[in-house]
């Protein structure tokens, strides 16, 4: 038996913030709501009436928590971090809340007595959607550990009506359908009417001479809009803190035009709200690529303008008017304004404009303000993410903001620029916040480090190459600004939550709350080579494995073992994530194994999981490419069933929560300086699953916690990819000289995959040739083969691997989103915690 460690010093137990709420007590509120709320809909299938019931329930006691929790934070007079996101990658609330409560068992009892399981219930929610990948859910990772540390944070974004579209395959192709989150309303949101806003844009400027001889910008706006917040409460765990996450609908400023209707122009009269609706009708689908609409646009500024109006609204309640002087620097002391990515850009200009032209605060102050209040994270260096809105766009939705722009434009070239780089045009072209051309344009990334007291990437590597290639001019005439926060994942959802049985033998094994205290995993380790703790470990990777293969059946009707490898690649779809090196490897498997049925290999199934933005041609193809490969495989019965390849279709956050706990393997195989950091990786490691990477983004750190003998690194460095750039990249060579790549790639040619349709798998074996092979796929081919060669072989030994699984647990704990937000707390907000 393995035995507690040190039972006797056990540590007194924290103040409970557990919600002492008895199994009755929930009943009693669940069969309220079921009776007032619902009007006890005697339907067949009551599940989505009783987990509405539950989710009512429990929310009530949330928004009590919210409001108690306002309350003390005004009464601590605490800092607050505004969060601006256009992405928060929710998941389902459910189960979330009640493990953050404490409340998830009791609540388990009191449905089991009305005759439902809890877990079922949960089935029934609605993934809150509303992002595309990577930034959206460490936006939400970020909020639940904001609450869970008890810090006074508000989330503010967009409340779209569709969020991320729903995907489906068709014959293998990717079919988009709209998001219906919100069809039957949420229960988890709170309309806050009462802090509604009305923003302008459109229209024109006049500038009036001043008796003081300076000149005042009056904007003559050519249309108001109106910003309805939705609250969603964001539970901390086992904390004292219900923070909110404020999200806007967008309205018309009149909802009707009488005129027109009594003219019998029934349309026109509800055109306005009709106009206004969209702006917050659908989050944009493009994960890494901007395209530039000017419906986006316009949904930026629409929710910084709400949100930095309802910042100034919170902060003048609590301390008076923010145009009075003496407020100014409370203002800085007590308000810390967080910009993810460039898509919030724009409340840089909304907040000079709103301190200059509506609260009569000279532009230095003002400026000096922004200065103390903004700090910019860059989630990305693919150049086609880079966000730049022409100077046209800006003169028609917001020609004020672009008058401001060009006056900070104007001092920082004349000023900083000029300072380090006097009378050098070059100079001043690269930095100017404008890109001249046949058509000018904002360089929105710059507005934000500029502006910023902080800049930060989002894990080392990626924060060394924002420095060095991204911005190495700011670096210089900032050299303290431009900083790293490597990312982190909350261990409520992504370990507690999601795979219970793993959390109840860390509860058994680990002293204290390792959900609260991810470090204290570390003490895992020591039982890594212990061969009782590994078939404990191990069955219940077996136990999630089998509940997956049920799910797998459901969803595609493949049959897989959950005796293989389960290897996992889940994540956006995009050519720098390489999913078709993962396909390319595949294929060269297969015809192994065709050549040698009785090869000695693993057997093994391919799990992947992605949504393409639907503009995305060759994305689209490479899912189809997949689709179609994994049908010839999965019926070849000549493999043995050796080999099995699964596309889950329409991949999103409670998915994951479904494979994660199940995988063997993690991928993550992304071109060296492609991946920023990633995500997916710790959750995957957290979860015992054995990375195999390149050292790339985040994949660096986690093989620096879980040691070389414990994950399979192979590839190119960022080095060498720059290398073989300067030298001239040509992947004609491997498909020349490697007869395996030449045969895989000729075989996408021939109608073997796609009976009857010869060549209509081409289109990727062209990106490697035609299209040159911009992400080395080629290139790293034979290493990613051997270092699956050998994770093969380590498999073999279940000892061997039972270790691994189990360190990479262990020396997760960095990797907590809890210390993420410590670093963004000591060296960017510095925020003291309100209890
Ligand atoms: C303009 C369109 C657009 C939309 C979203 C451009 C760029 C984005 C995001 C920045 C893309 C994104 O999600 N990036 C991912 O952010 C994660 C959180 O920091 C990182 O872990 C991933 O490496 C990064 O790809």
């Known amino acids: 038996m393995v035995s507690k460690t040190k039972a006797s010093t056990k540590k007194p137990a924290v103040k409970s913030n557990k919600q002492s709420i008895t199994v009755a007590d929930i009943s009693q509120r669940i069969e309220h709501h079921l009776q007032f709320t619902m009007g006890e809909q005697s339907s067949a299938n009551q599940k989505p009436a009783y987990w509405r019931a539950t ?18 934070q005004n009464q601590n007079e605490a800092k607050s971090v505004n969060y601006l996101s256009l992405e928060y990658l929710m998941g389902r609330l459910l189960s979330n809340n009640l493990h953050n409560l404490g409340l998830y068992t009791n609540t388990e009892k009191a449905l089991q007595k009305m005759g439902f399981e809890l877990a079922d219930l949960c089935e029934e929610g609605a993934d809150l ?32 009506q569709h969020g991320l579209f729903k995907q489906s395959f068709v014959d293998g192709h990717q079919i988009e359908t709209p998001d219906m989150w919100r069809e039957f309303g949420s229960p988890w949101e709170v309309c806050r009417l009462e802090s509604s806003q009305t923003i302008p844009l459109y229209g024109h400027v006049e500038e009036i001479a001043q008796a003081d001889g300076t000149t005042a910008s009056v904007w003559h706006a050519g249309k108001m809009l109106k910003g309805v917040p939705w609250d969603v409460p964001i539970v901390g765990y086992n904390s004292q803190t219900v923070n909110a996450l404020r999200l806007w609908e967008c309205r018309a400023d009149s909802a009707f035009d009488w005129d027109l209707f009594n003219n019998g122009d029934y349309l026109n009269a509800h055109q306005q709200q009709v106009a206004a609706e969209t702006v917050s009708k659908v989050l944009y689908p493009n994960d890494e690529h901007d395209a530039g609409k000017e419906l986006r646009f316009v949904q930026q500024y629409f929710f910084c303008a709400c949100s930095v109006q309802d910042i100034i609204a919170r902060f003048e309640n609590q301390y008076g008017l923010i145009s009075e002087s003496k407020n100014w620097p409370t203002f800085c002391e007590k308000v810390a304004i967080q910009l993810n990515d460039t898509h919030p850009t724009i409340a840089i200009l909304e907040l000079m404009r709103t301190l200059i032209d509506n609260h009569n605060i000279d532009w230095d102050n003002a400026w000096g303000i922004c200065q103390k209040v903004f700090a910019y994270t860059n989630h990305t260096l693919l150049p086609e993410a880079l966000e730049k809105w022409s100077v046209a766009l800006f003169e028609r939705v917001l020609p004020r903001h672009l008058t401001i722009l060009y006056r900070i434009n104007e001092a920082f070239l004349n000023n900083d620029v000029e300072a380090l780089w006097p009378n050098n045009d070059d100079m001043r072209r690269r930095l100017s916040l404008i890109e001249e051309g046949h058509e000018r344009k904002v360089r929105m990334a710059h507005l934000c480090v500029v502006t910023s007291h902080k800049v930060n990437g989002v894990a080392q590597i990626h924060s060394d190459l924002v420095k060095q290639d991204l911005f190495p001019e700011f670096d210089q005439l900032w050299p303290t600004k431009l900083t790293n926060v490597t990312n982190g994942i909350t261990p409520r959802r992504w370990l507690k939550a999601c795979n219970p049985l793993l959390a109840e033998l860390l509860d058994k094994t680990i002293d204290g709350d390792w959900a609260k205290d991810l470090n204290s995993l570390s003490e895992l380790a020591k039982f890594a080579d212990d061969a009782t703790f590994q078939k404990k470990f191990m069955a219940i990777k077996h136990q ?56 000695d290999m693993q057997p093994r199934v391919f799990i992947f999981g992605a949504k393409a933005a639907p503009g995305y041609e060759l994305a689209k193809e490479i899912i189809y490419a997949t ?12 493999i043995q069933d050796k080999l099995k390849v699964v596309f889950l279709p329409n991949y999103r956050v409670s998915l994951a929560e479904k494979i994660i706990p199940a995988a063997d393997v993690s991928e993550q ?24 990477g390149t050292l790339d983004g985040a994949n660096i750190e986690i093989a620096e916690e879980v040691g070389d003998d414990n994950i399979f690194i192979f590839g190119l460095t960022v080095d060498e990819v720059k290398a073989l750039d300067a030298q001239g990249y040509n992947s004609a060579e491997y498909y020349e000289n490697n007869a395996e790549i030449r045969a895989c790639l000729d075989w996408l040619d021939t109608d073997y995959f796609t009976p009857g349709n010869p060549g209509e798998l081409s289109a990727v074996k062209r990106c490697f040739l035609e299209g040159g092979d911009p992400y080395k796929v080629l290139a790293d081919f034979q290493t990613y083969a051997n270092a699956h060669q050998a994770l093969d072989s380590a498999y073999k030994n279940q000892q061997q691997w039972a270790k691994m699984a189990i360190l990479n647990t262990a020396l997760m704990g960095k990797f907590n989103s809890d210390r993420s937000i410590e670093d963004y707390v000591q060296n960017i907000w510095n925020l003291t915690p309100s209890v």
């Open 55 to 72: 989710s009512l329930a429990l929310n009530d006691i949330i928004v009590e928590k919210l409001q108690s929790t306002k309350a003390r």
């Open 129 to 160: 959607a509303l992002g595309n990948g990577g930034l959206g859910r460490l936006a939400a990772c970020f909020l639940d550990s904001l609450a869970t540390l008890d810090y006074n944070a508000m989330g503010y974004g967009v409340h779209y």
């Open 544 to 599: 999630n494995k089998i509940a997956l293969t049920k799910e797998i059946k459901t969803l595609t009707g493949v049959t897989v073992s959950p005796d293989a490898i389960f290897d996992v690649q889940i994540k956006r779809l995009h050519e720098y994530k390489r999913q078709h090196l993962n396909l390319l490897h595949i294929i060269a498997l297969y015809r192994r194994l065709l050549a040698n049925p009785e090869l």
């Open 627 to 638: 689709n179609k490969i994994a049908e010839k495989i999965n019926n070849d019965v000549r």
């Open 669 to 692: 195989i992304s071109t060296a300086g492609k991946e920023a950091s990633g995500t997916g990786n710790m959750k995957l490691a957290l979860n015992g699953a054995v990375t195999i």
